[in-house]
Structure formats: C-alpha cells, structure tokens
C-alpha cells in the first residue's frame, strides 16, 4: 500500500493527518500493536514538520509485508534535532521517540524545485513475523 497526503502547516491540522494515516494503516491490514506505534510516529514526525519547517509538507506511508516506511518531505534543509528531554520539559520529545520506537529512520536532503533546499526525515517500522500457516 502507498498513500500520500499534503500536510497544512497548522497545528491544529494534525489530529486531521493522524486520522488519515490510521485509516490507511487499518485498511493495510496491520495489528493494533503496530498499528499505535506507527499512529504515534506519524503524529510525532508530522508535529515536528509543522512546528519547525516550512511548507510543502507531504506525509507518505509505504506498507509491504515486512515494514512500514513513512515519509515526512519538507521545504528545509535543517536536520531535526535529537534531544535527550528531561520529564519536566514540555515538549522536544518526538525524535527520541521515532529514535527509541522505530526499526531505522534519517534524513535525506535534496531540493525542492531547482535551488531550493528541502529534505525528507523518514522511519521504518518492522512488522511482526507472520506464522507460516500449516499445509491443508
């Protein structure tokens, strides 16, 4: 499954996206477990694209048999910032996050239209082993 989606550069839209991407995931067909992992890197990922890039903001998910690939594309060149947060901070803990949860995840840059510095943060999220069904 491929999906993608534009994403407002507004905080408020989030909840929005997050909805999308699950309703993607569900119909992808991946367990619940997986499932809220992913909801919460999506959220994550998205939040850190609208707080601190700038638009086109594009969200792609890529599910095959193995793992989930999400994509967040931006119109910055600057790298997100993996911070170690300490519990009485209110926020800057969505990169630890994506960093702990995730299977693999980085960033690649390149340019938005010729000239214009952009770059993709992704991750990756290994499914769980399928058992082999036994032969009929």
Do not use: Y
């Amino acid at each position: 499954m491929l999906a993608e989606t534009d994403i407002a550069p507004d905080v408020a839209r989030v909840a929005l996206v997050r909805h999308w991407a699950r309703a993607r995931l569900t119909a992808a067909g991946l367990d619940e477990p997986t499932l809220d992992v992913l909801v919460l890197l999506v959220s994550e990922s998205v939040t850190n694209a609208v707080v601190h890039a700038r638009p086109p903001l594009v969200l792609c998910l890529d599910v095959d048999a193995e793992r989930t690939r999400v994509e967040v594309r931006d119109g910055t060149s600057a790298k997100p910032v993996l911070l170690q947060s300490v519990p009485s901070q209110p926020g800057g803990r969505g990169m630890m996050f994506i960093d702990h949860l995730s299977s693999r995840w980085g960033t690649v840059a390149h340019d938005a239209e010729v000239g214009k510095p952009a770059k993709t943060v992704w991750f990756e999220l290994a499914h769980p082993a399928t058992p082999a069904l036994p032969p009929s």
